[in-house]
């Protein structure tokens, strides 16, 4: 278990709890939280003993977006040449490793889009999931324009990028831009648990399926068909492939050796 000022860090077997810790802004998304979110991100993914992640924040507040008060000041050339935002922000996009947003509350502009640039949103009946950045002048600059659309399609996409409006659990479940909603006393558990259920089957499996996932929106159907197809014949190789596989004909519990 580690802490930083902004980040709390716990083991839970082989998964690893990121939390969000900046109450008094409601986890707003400063440039030192960034850093160490960064940080814990980079630390994780080396960690051969971890196997999945999931991040989280209060019961209050997932993250009420980029912290405004640091960027009210900005001007072109400053955000420009630090290329602010997602230079900071995109760790959480490239981690190798399943990783899952446990959300609760606000998921605001850049907290929404953190917590899409995650593998799958689990979120409780609080969360509240909005891009808010046209009622302050400017507009989702960590993805909130494309994973959103990729994730709910334009039309729902439009009205909470040009109105701002923030949508409840029920309907980000009803619209695909959430896995599942619990209520928020079991959402961490919830959340936890399906990490640690993943974190029990093949790791080359549970990487391959990933990355072909990913794939589909990055490729042409075709071209992610064949990446796929391949994918699948690499699974042939891993003594998972042959455990499970065995496991499943001889009427046992797979005991996945490679993970
Ligand atoms: N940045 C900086 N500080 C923030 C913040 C943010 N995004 N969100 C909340 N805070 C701070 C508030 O300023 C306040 O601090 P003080 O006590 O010092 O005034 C504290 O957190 C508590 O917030 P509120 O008093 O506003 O709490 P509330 O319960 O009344 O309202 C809220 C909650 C609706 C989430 C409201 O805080 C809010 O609208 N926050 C801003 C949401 C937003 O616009 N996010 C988008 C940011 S832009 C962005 O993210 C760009 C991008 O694409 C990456």
Redesign the pocket.
Known sequence: AKATEHILAERRDSVVLVSLNRP???N?LCDALTRELTEVLDATDQDDTVAAVVITGSAK?FA??????E?QPKNFVDVYLEDF?TSSWERASTVRKPIIAAVSG?A???GA?LAMMCDMIIAAESAKFGQ??I??G?L???G?TQRLARAVGKSKAMDMVLTGRVVDAAEAERIGLVARVVPDEELVNEAVAAAKEIAGYSRPAVLLAKESVNRAFESTLAEGLRFERRMFHAAFATEGQSEGMDAFINKREADYTDR
């Open positions: 008094k802004a409601l707003a507040a009420a977006g980029a912290d405004i008060k960027m935002i606000y605001l502009g850049g889009e808010p950045e009622t302050i400017v989702p600059g960590a909130g």
